[in-house]
């Protein structure tokens, strides 16, 4: 009896990959491979296997490049990395995308149990920084990086370092003006609650002196807390515009003078509660509208894209300098999946370009030595050696960057309903203001001066600042756990105003694999050989995808060759005679299959197989052409249109597919649609979208990972959830419905303000009731009618 061996798969314990060898198991536990052994041993030695307890395969799977942290090493980048260092000291925040969940925290913050060089570690979880304090002279920059890595948590560092723009964000003081208009509020309601159920004859001294604490406390509400409103209402004045902060100061400022006068003449209690009230509710808004992605960048340019260090090779020894000292005649190593960072000549090696970020073609380039190759390519063979023959502030990418059209301010976004109300509700308010002081002046003048200023503080549009941002952060909330990233609040109500959307296609509507290319056919090496020595001559971009999947080989002497546009190859190499292209060219029928592109094999009139090159399309495209029942959809794509024929099912007809466009043609054609009349929203995922994405009055970046480089924009689109667009862009609409909805509500509550206002007979009393049920009523209404939008949107 032959015995039988039993293969039984296993997972890394570590990152949870597939083992495909059993080489690497300590403690009976299996790893796919030495590094993630390392880290096990690591942790194991420093008794911190605990970690696993956090999570079952915590680690990130990882490809290490020799050298590629060498540049850390030298003194000018390090003096740009760190924060501060002295003599044995040195302090250096790192952003880390790969922190997620309580356990990164867990280990991340033990780094001085692994070396003992690292003195401190503190994890900013929202920011995903990390902060560590180390000694230097024991552990180096480089050494730190290093272990980072090993451990799954390699920083993210690039020319335009993110922490650095994080940290020089101009930082305002809302939190404390929050706090401040908290203290004064309670304290105000409390020294209040005694006027508003009465004070005895006998009581009456305590009411004046309770009435002058209260100016004490309005004070800095109204200076200090407030005072972004005074300065915006002046600005808006200087500007000859009305925004929704003009009629929010008036009514600050007549709480507070009315408050000022009826507490010093003796002639009434104030409205100093009201005033702290109000402000308070207000911040609380602002504080609900700034809401933002601290890990996510809008407003990236190509310096994230570029490395900080590259590799040259001088007087025969391979070291790291400074992107910024990179000149011409440099000669300069280009490994694996690393961005070519200036323009420079190919010396040496087998140079296979990626410039699907730059221009979009998805198709890898072959370039001959010789041959200038352009910045911003990421090679996707072996090393290479090239020499620069422009500095990097020269480069064709910067160029590109640096264009006039793609650095213009944006003075076309749509404005938001608070923007297009408020000058309207400004001008009411005041008429009606003014209107009860004339009515009342002849018979009444101390009447029409409370009518007057009862007006102003009853109409005070807290409820309508508030709707906005209350809905909007709610809102926001429910785009954020659907993994779609928008930039602020107001993107919201531009999403709801679209009228036409234009797909980029590469790393858009395709993922990031693009096309993968699959041999149906047993293929000796010989015809292998054979049919790589005839793809070889050709650039068409499926030519070079058959001889990418079969290898370099050498090859063999074409006695032969015809192209025929569109069909494909007929060659002849010695006595043998190929035939490769689609089936019109080998079976003179046609064989077209959705989504698949088949190039036949006929080797001396015999049929050995086809190469099948699917196109990886995202989960959801079929959801474009429902789009394009409500929308004008548009493609617009720098790649070559070899599928067309696989697109044209998507989109309503082949005018509305545009291929082979440049940057610029891109922003010309949006900004054509916008001359036409059209909202356009851009969707798009690479530098050569750029342009076009900030021509638009939507921009959105699509990125199968929100941490890794994505171009300027509104908004940014996790790629696993594009199939939720359409619901997206009809939550966005729930959304501003709600706020009108909201504004009627506040409305109601203005109109029964004013009916006792106009009177003249507005008690503190009545005000103080008044503004915060208005407050809570908007507050509770949008957030529900919110949630309620999205589950019907299924989003929740």
């Known amino acids: 009896m032959t015995g039988t061996r ?19 198991v300590v403690d009976d536990k299996h790893f796919c491979c030495h590094g993630c052994q390392s880290v096990f041993q690591i942790l194991s030695a420093n008794q911190l296997c605990s970690y696993y307890n956090y999570n079952d395969h915590p680690g990130a799977t990882r490809t290490r490049t020799d050298k590629r942290f060498d540049y850390l090493s030298e003194p000018s980048i390090i003096s740009e990395l760190v924060d501060y260092t002295d003599t044995q000291i040195s302090i250096v925040t790192f952003y880390i995308p790969h922190i997620h969940c309580s356990s990164c925290l867990w280990l991340l913050e033990q780094l001085n149990k692994i070396n003992p060089a690292v003195h401190y570690c503190r994890v900013d979880f929202l920011k995903k920084q990390l902060n560590i304090r180390f000694d230097h002279q024991k552990l180096s920059l480089q050494h730190l990086v290093e272990l980072l890595y090993d451990i799954g948590y390699e920083p993210l560092i690039s020319l335009h370092d993110i922490i650095k723009k994080q940290n020089e964000a101009t930082k305002d003081n809302l939190v404390q003006r929050i706090a401040v208009a908290g203290f004064c509020f309670g304290n105000v309601m409390l020294l209040s609650f005694p006027e508003y159920f009465g004070l005895s004859i006998y009581e009456q001294t305590f009411k004046h002196f309770f009435g002058w604490l209260n100016i004490l406390f309005a004070v800095p509400v109204a200076f200090y807390s407030g005072r972004e409103y005074f300065v915006s209402a002046w600005q808006s004045l200087r500007n000859r ?11 600050i400022a007549v ?6 006068f009826e507490i010093v003449s003796h002639s009434g209690a104030g409205f100093a509660d009201t005033l702290c009230g109000l402000v308070f509710f207000l911040l609380i808004g602002k504080f609900v509208q700034k809401k933002t992605y601290h890990h996510l960048s809008f407003e990236r340019d190509y310096r994230s894209f570029f490395p900080v260090a590259v590799h040259i090779i001088s007087e025969g020894q391979e070291k790291p300098i400074p992107l910024s000292q990179l000149h011409t005649r440099h000669r300069m190593i280009i490994r694996h999946n690393e961005i070519i960072p200036a323009d420079a000549i190919l010396l040496k090696g087998e140079a296979l370009i990626d410039f699907s970020f730059v221009t979009g073609e998805a198709l890898p380039v072959t370039k001959t030595l010789g041959e200038i190759i352009y910045a911003g390519g990421r090679q996707t063979s072996e090393a290479i050696e090239m020499e620069v023959v422009k500095p990097v502030s020269q480069s064709y990418l910067t160029q590109l960057w640096n264009n006039e059209a793609f650095t213009r301010q944006q003075d076309n976004r749509m404005k938001t309903f608070n923007e297009k109300v408020s000058k309207y509700f400004t001008v009411v308010l005041l008429v009606v203001a003014f209107g009860s002081l004339l009515f009342w002046l002849p018979s009444d003048i101390k009447r029409g001066f409370a009518a007057f200023t009862a007006v102003l503080i009853v109409a005070c549009p807290c409820a309508l600042a508030l709707s906005t941002p209350f809905t909007m952060s709610a809102a926001l909330s429910i785009f954020d756990r659907n993994r779609f990233y928008l930039k602020n609040t107001a993107v919201v109500e531009q999403l709801a105003n679209i009228d036409t959307i234009v797909f980029d296609k590469t790393g858009t509507i395709t993922t990031g694999d693009g096309t993968s290319v699959k041999i149906e056919a047993i293929l000796s090496e010989e015809e292998k050989q054979l049919i790589y020595s ?8 499926l030519s070079r995808m058959i001889c990418q999947k079969l290898g370099s080989m050498p090859r063999l002497e074409i006695t032969g060759y015809m192209e025929v546009p569109g069909k494909g190859i007929m060659a002849r190499i010695g006595a043998h005679h190929l035939s490769i292209g689609n089936s019109r060219l080998v079976f003179d029928e046609d064989d077209r299959v959705a989504n698949i592109t088949k190039v036949y094999v006929t080797i001396d009139n015999l049929y050995v197989g086809y190469f099948a090159l699917a196109h990886h399309y995202r989960e959801g495209m079929e959801m474009i052409p429902e789009l394009g029942l409500q929308y004008d959809t548009f493609l617009l794509s720098g790649d070559q249109d070899h599928e067309r024929h696989e697109l044209i099912r998507f989109f309503k007809d082949d005018a509305r597919m545009k291929f082979s466009k440049s940057p610029q043609e891109k922003l010309d054609f949006i900004q054509s649609l916008q001359q036409k009349g059209g909202k356009v929203m851009m969707m798009g995922d690479g530098l050569n979208d750029s342009g076009a994405l900030k021509q638009s009055d939507l921009g959105i970046a699509v990125t199968d990972n929100v941490n890794n480089f994505s171009p300027g924009s509104d908004a940014i689109l996790d790629g696993c959830s594009f199939s939720k667009l359409p619901a997206f862009l009809r939550f966005s609409k729930d959304t501003v419905h709600i706020i009108h909805f909201s504004f009627l509500i506040s409305l109601t509550y203005n109109l029964i303000g004013l009916s006792y206002a106009v009177t003249g007979n507005l008690s503190p009393l009545v005000a103080a009731v008044l503004m915060p049920l208005s407050t809570v009523t908007i507050i509770s209404f949008t957030s529900l009618a919110t949630h309620i939008a999205a589950r019907k949107r299924k989003l929740t």
């Open 241 to 251: 515009v009305l925004n929704i902060d003009f009629p929010l100061a008036l009514g």
């Open 6 to 24: 039993l293969i039984e798969k296993t997972v890394c314990y570590h990152c949870g990959d597939d083992c495909q060898t059993t080489a690497y």
């Open 534 to 541: 005839v793809c070889v001559n050709s650039n068409h971009p």
């Open 255 to 260: 709480l507070f003078l009315r408050t000022v």
